[in-house]
Nanobody
Framework: QVQLVESGGGLVQPGGSLNLSCVAS????????MAWYRQAPGKQRELVAQ???????SYSDPVKGRFTISRESTKNTLYLQMNSLKPGDTAVYYC?????????????WGQGTQVTVSS
């Protein structure tokens, strides 16, 4: 079993920046994909950005050009640099990791970190 812990959320004015991080505290082998999701009250959880094991990166349309996803190459750590934040970015942001356990691909989720963009 693994645990993911997000940090870096908070209250920021429109146009501001935040850097989120996600660290794994348990044993993880052969990571297939790492991603950031977000969920606002009353809305479905949506994919924000993801980075695959081969380094391929993709972003959802609302955050393209503003957010940057990256991972630490020497440890299981995921980052999300968020610039030019908008009120529509307000949500709980979750870290997601998919990894192989034998022949089974498993999903792991963090507890989430609140991001609030308001003036």
């Amino acid at each position: 079993q693994v645990q993911l812990v997000e940090s870096g959320g908070g209250l920021v004015q429109p146009g501001g920046s935040l850097n989120l991080s996600c660290v794994a505290s348990g044993s993880i082998s052969r990571i297939y994909n790492m991603a950031w999701y977000r969920q606002a009250p009353g809305k479905q959880r949506e994919l924000v950005a993801q980075i695959s094991n081969d380094g391929s990166i993709s972003y959802s349309d609302p955050v393209k050009g503003r957010f940057t996803i990256s991972r630490e190459s020497t440890k299981n750590t995921l980052y999300l640099q968020m610039n030019s934040l908008k009120p529509g970015d307000t949500a709980v942001y979750y870290c997601n990791v998919q990894s192989w356990r034998g022949i089974i691909l498993r999903d792991y989720w963090g507890q989430g970190t609140q991001v609030t963009v308001s003036s």
